[in-house]
């Protein structure tokens, strides 16, 4: 029998933003929060949060790894989350 191996397949990203009123991201794996301020979503290289006023979900699609966001865009950010892990509090106690 062949063991076939997975191998995570790079691809690339995009994060397009029209006007700080509407974002598109490509490479959205799920979402983890979303309100009218705040999105969260993990991406295929991270955390990404997408602050803002007014923010509505225009399009998700998993499928295609799509999420488009509308409304008044103040800050985008990604956070690794092997970082986090590692700036715990125990961590930091310990070190």
Same mark, same amino acid.
């Given at each position: 029998?062949?063991?076939?191996?997975?191998?995570?397949?790079?691809?690339?990203?995009?994060?397009?933003?029209? @006007?700080? $009123?509407? *974002?598109?991201?490509?490479?959205? /794996?799920?979402?983890?929060?979303? &309100?009218?301020?705040?999105?969260?979503?993990?991406?295929?290289?991270?955390?990404?949060?997408?602050?803002?006023?007014?923010?509505?979900?225009?399009?998700?699609?998993?499928? @295609?790894? $799509?999420? *488009?966001?509308?409304?008044?865009? /103040?800050?985008?950010?990604?956070? &690794?989350?092997?970082?986090?892990?590692?700036?715990?509090?125990?961590?930091?106690?310990?070190?």
């Amino acid at each position: 029998m062949e063991d076939k191996k997975v191998s995570k397949i790079v691809t690339n990203q995009n994060i397009i933003m029209e @006007n700080r $009123e509407k *974002i598109s991201v490509t490479g959205v /794996i799920d979402i983890h929060s979303f &309100d009218d301020e705040l999105v969260l979503a993990q991406t295929d290289l991270g955390i990404l949060t997408i602050k803002g006023d007014d923010l509505k979900m225009n399009k998700l699609n998993l499928d @295609n790894n $799509e999420l *488009i966001v509308e409304g008044q865009i /103040i800050a985008v950010a990604y956070s &690794d989350t092997n970082q986090a892990k590692k700036s715990g509090f125990m961590n930091k106690i310990f070190k």
